[in-house]
């Protein structure tokens, strides 16, 4: 069987995992901010980072942790 391509050259599926991480690493950017600014501390940067790899993909779990 054959992978669905769309315009770009790209599967759907490899469309979705770079999507994902993208936004993984914009949450991750926005995390940093806000610890910088004092608005959430060390323990729950790294809580909400694990929550983050959990949301995006499975995938980025073994890359990311």
């Known amino acids: 069987r054959t992978k669905r391509m769309n315009k770009g050259g790209w599967s759907m599926a490899e469309r979705n995992s770079m ?3 993208i936004l ?3 949450a991750e950017y926005l995390l940093t901010k806000m610890q910088e600014r004092g608005l959430i501390n060390a323990e729950e940067r790294e809580k909400i980072r ?3 790899i959990e ?3 499975q995938e980025l779990a073994k890359v990311y942790l």
């Open 50 to 52: 694990l929550l983050n």
């Open 19 to 21: 999507m994902n991480e």
């Open 55 to 57: 949301t995006f993909s």
């Open 24 to 26: 993984y690493k914009q």
